[in-house]
C-alpha cells in the first residue's frame, strides 16, 4: 500500500474509531448499567419490540402487532433496519440469548453512525481536496446534536440506517456524475434502495437529490451547455433504487408507502430525463436557449400537476409525507417541534447542533452556489441540493436536523482546507486554531447531547417489570411471540375482543408494549392520546369510571411529569407536563384549570406565578399521582384578590387564607375586587376531593414519599368488554 493510502485509511479509521467512542462511552452506563439493557427515549423500544419478534420468525418481521395499542396496530415502517439488527443478532448467537440480542442491538447504531465518517471523506476529497476529507471525516465523527444522539449507544431506531445509506449514495452518485462511470451509479442506486428500505418517509431524500440534479441542469442549459452526459447516469441510479423496493409492492397493504417511493423514483427519472434532453436541445441552439428550458419546466409543472389529476391518492400520500415537515404545536412532542416555536433561540439551535462548523458551513455553501453557476460541477449540484433540503425540512421538525450533519462536515471540511491554504506558511497554527474553535466545542457540547432522552427511569423499569408479573395476560393467554400473519387493523386478532389497555401518556407506550408487555391505550405514532387526555382529564369517580371502562382500561400508570409546572422562557414562562399536553390535545382552555398572574416583589419587579383553579386537582391524573384515591381535604383555601391589566393579565394584589371552602365563597360573594379560590403548588389541593370507589392504588409511593416514583392504579371489578 503507498504512503499515501496509508495515510488516508489510517487517519479515516482514526476518525471512525473516534466517532464509535463519542457514541458509546458517554452512555455506556446508562445503557447496560441497569437491571436490563436500557434503550434510549420511545421509537427504540417499538423497533427492539419488532427486533424480539423478528428472531423468533426470520424473516418475517411483523405486520401488525396486538401488543402496540390496545386495539392492535398495523407495523408499517421500513423493514431494513430492523432485519439488519436482527440477522446480527442471530448470527452472533442471539436465537437462544435474548440479552445478546439486546447487546448486539444497542451497538448497532452506534456502528452506522462511526461508519459516516467514509462517506463524509469520499465527498470532501472528490468535490473539494483531500485535506477537505480529513476535516470532513473528523468533523462528521464529532459533530454534536441530532446526528449524534439518533446514532448513540442504545438508540435503536431506523434513523442511524437513514443517515448512513443516504450519505453513501450521495458519495456514490456524486462520484458517478463526475466520473460519468456506470459502476458508481449502479452503487449509487443500491445505496439509495437500502435508504428508501430503511425509511417510509425516504421520498425526501429522492426529491433532494432530483433538485439538485434538475438545478444543475437548469443552468447548464440557460448557460446554453449540454448535461446529457449525467442524464443516464442518474436515471440508473433511480432505476436500481426501484427495482430494489419493488419485491415489496406485493405487500403494500403492509408497506402502503412503497406506492409513493416508485412515484418518487419514476417521477425523478422523467424530470432528469426532460431536463436533459432540453439542455442538449439548448446547446444545439444557444439562441433559443432559455425558451427551451422554460418550455421544459412548464412541461416539468404540467406533468406532476396531470399525475396529481390521475391519481388523487398519490396527492394524499405527497400530502401525508408534507406533513411530517409541519411538526406538532398543539402538545409537546419535542422532536416533532418546527423550529419557529424556538423563535427566541432559533440563531442558537444550529450551533447547539453543530458548533462553530455550521458557520463554515454556510460560508461554504456559498462558495458552492458560485461554483455551481460557474457551470460544470454536477456533483457539487446535487451535495447543495441535499443542503437545502434538508435545511427545509429541519425548520419543519428539528429532528431532521440529523440530515444536515454531513453536508455541514463536508462543506466546512472546504472552508477549514481553504483557510489551511491560505494560511501558507503559518498552517501549523491555522490547524491550531481550528482545533480550538472548531473541534474543542464539539468536545463539549457532544456529551451534554449524548445525556438527553436516556429511557425509562430504574423506577419505570421496575413498575412494568412488576406489572408482568402481577397482571393477567391481557389477552387471555401470552400471545407475545405468537405470529399474527393475516390479521390487520381492519381484520383483528381475535384475542383482543377480551383485551385490555394500560393508560399512560404516550411517551411510555412502548416502554409498556415491551417491558411490561401490555398493551397501551396511546403511543409514540400519537394513536390513542386523544383516549388517555380524555382518561388524565376527567372528574370525579364516575366520569373517571366511564372514561377508563370506555377505553379498555384497567390499568393507569403515572409518574411526576403529570403535573402542571412553570419553567423559564422567552418572555414568558413556559407551562410543561401531561396536564398542560393533555388539555391541548383535546383543545381545551387551560384558563380553567390553571393560570399565570403577575405578582409585584418588594423591590419593585414583577414575577409570574403559576396558580391552579380547582378543576386542576380535580382531574384523575392529579388526583392519582398527587393524592391516590381517598377523600381529601384541604388544610387551607387560598383565595387570590386580583385586578385585570390591559392585555388580559392579571396582577396579584393579596393572597388570603381560609379555613374552610365555604369560608372563602363567603369572602368571594362580599368582595368589592375580583377574587378567585386557588391553588399555591400543584400537590396542595384548593378544595376537597371525593374518594374514588371504583380505582385502586396497587403499586408505587406517593410523591412525597418518593417524588420521582412511578405508581399503578387498577379499576376496580374490571370485567372484559362484551365485544
Known sequence: MRSRDLTRTAFVGACLAVGLFFRVFYNYDDVFGGPLVRFAENDP?????LVDHLVHHFPHRLTYDPYLIVHGQNVETAPLFDLIVAAIALAAGGGSNPAIVERVAAFVPALFGALTVIPAYGLA??????RAGFFAAALAATLPGEFLMRTKLG?????AAEILFSACALFFLVRAVESLRWQHAVMAGVCLGLYLLSWQGGALMVFALIAGGAMFMAIEGFAGRSSAAVVDTMITTLAIAAVMIAPLVPARTSYPFV?????ALGGGAVIIGLMGAATSAAARSPARGSWIMAGAMASVAALAVAGLALR???GVAIQGQLGRLKGFTGYRVDEATPLTAFSFAAPIIPLREFGPSVLLALAGAWSVVRSVFGGGRPGRALLLGVFAVAVVASIGQVRFNYYLAIPIAVLAGSVCDRLMTRAGTHAETALLALLVVVFVPNAYLAPLRLRLAPGPSDQWVASLDWLRKNSPEPFGRDIYQESYAGFSEANRHPALRMGYGVAAWWNRGYWIARIAHR???????????????EIFLA???????????????????VDDAMPALAAPGPGAPIIYGVIPDSLGRLGRDAKNYYEMYDEPHGDGTVGRRLLYYPAYYRTLGVRLQAFGTGRIQPANVPVVVYREQRGGNKMIEEIKS?????????????????????GLDPFTTCVSLEPLDHVRPIYGLPPEVDPEGVQIFELVNWRPPSS
Open 539 to 557: 372528574e370525579g369517580d364516575a366520569e373517571s369510571t366511564a372514561a377508563l371502562s370506555r377505553y379498555r382500561s384497567r390499568y393507569v400508570i
Open 658 to 678: 381560609f379555613a374552610s371552602e365555604d369560608a372563602a365563597a363567603e369572602f368571594i360573594r362580599t368582595s368589592t375586587r375580583p377574587a378567585r379560590i386557588v
Open 259 to 263: 406506492y409513493l417511493h416508485l412515484a
Open 45 to 49: 423500544w417499538f423497533h427492539m419490540r
Open 312 to 314: 388523487p391518492d398519490l
Open 519 to 533: 398493551a397501551p391505550i396511546a403511543n409514540a405514532t400519537q394513536a390513542g392520546t386523544q383516549r388517555v387526555a
Open 155 to 159: 438508540f435503536v431506531d431506523h434513523h
Open 125 to 130: 476529497s472528490l468535490l473539494f481536496s483531500r
